[in-house]
């Protein structure tokens, strides 16, 4: 079944407009009438087209349109209707909301990217903090190995110390008794030679008082 719409509003909107294919990429022609066509469910646009032939770069002119068509078409192939162009996407373009969405959708994912970018740059910068704590952290582990490598060679020494100070205090109580020995030596040095000389005095004046008896001397004290 077909159904007239020239005399309709609707059918305004259709006709006396250039057809454009989006997925052909070019201008198919002008629309100079339109009918409907009833099938079950469905229904499609039958459009009368003069065909655009002889086309050149920036110039329109009437030799232009030099045969007529007739091109059936579903509404959900009609991406767009402007003023003066009815823009077809063959069932291969998306529906303008969805080509909005999707403009929508290209500044989110933009905004993302940048967004992990920034993040991308901050994790680096952490990551290059982190390998300079863990050098720090490694020349700090060095430093505290050799303050035990240190702190082992204090206690040894302080061991050695203080059994060189014990073996000083046993020297020194030594000396002491040595110096109390020798003054003792000294002392009893002293009175032997006191003796000594106490006695060779008396061996000597006996001596000499037996030779002065025996040759009848007075005795001679010495």
Excluded: C, W
Aim: avoid cysteine; charged fraction near 35%.
């Amino acid at each position: 079944m077909k159904v007239n719409f020239m005399e309709g509003n609707q059918a305004n909107q259709l006709v006396n407009k250039f057809v454009i294919s989006l997925p052909e990429g070019r201008i198919i022609g002008y629309a100079t009438d339109i009918n409907v066509e009833v099938s079950g469910d469905e229904y499609y646009f039958i459009l009368k087209i003069k065909a655009l032939e002889n086309v050149s770069r920036g110039e329109f002119h009437s030799g232009m349109f030099s045969s007529e068509k007739k091109i059936k078409i579903k509404p959900s192939e009609i991406v767009n209707v402007g003023p003066d162009v009815i823009i077809l996407g063959g069932g291969r373009v998306p529906p303008l909301r969805e080509i909005e969405r999707l403009g929508q959708v290209v500044e989110e994912y933009n905004a993302l990217v940048k967004e992990l970018e920034e993040k991308e740059k901050h994790i680096k910068r952490l990551k290059e903090e982190k390998e300079k704590l863990e050098r720090e952290l490694e020349e700090l582990k060095r430093k505290i190995r050799r303050l035990e490598v240190l702190e082992d060679d204090f206690d040894h020494l302080k061991e050695q110390l203080i059994k060189q100070e014990g073996q000083l205090e046993m020297a020194r109580e030594y000396i002491k008794l040595l110096e109390g020995v020798r003054h003792d030596i000294d002392s009893i040095k002293a009175n032997v030679e006191t003796l000594l000389s106490g006695y060779l005095e008396d061996i000597v004046r006996k001596i000499v008082n037996e030779e002065l008896n025996a040759r009848g001397l007075k005795k001679t004290t010495i």
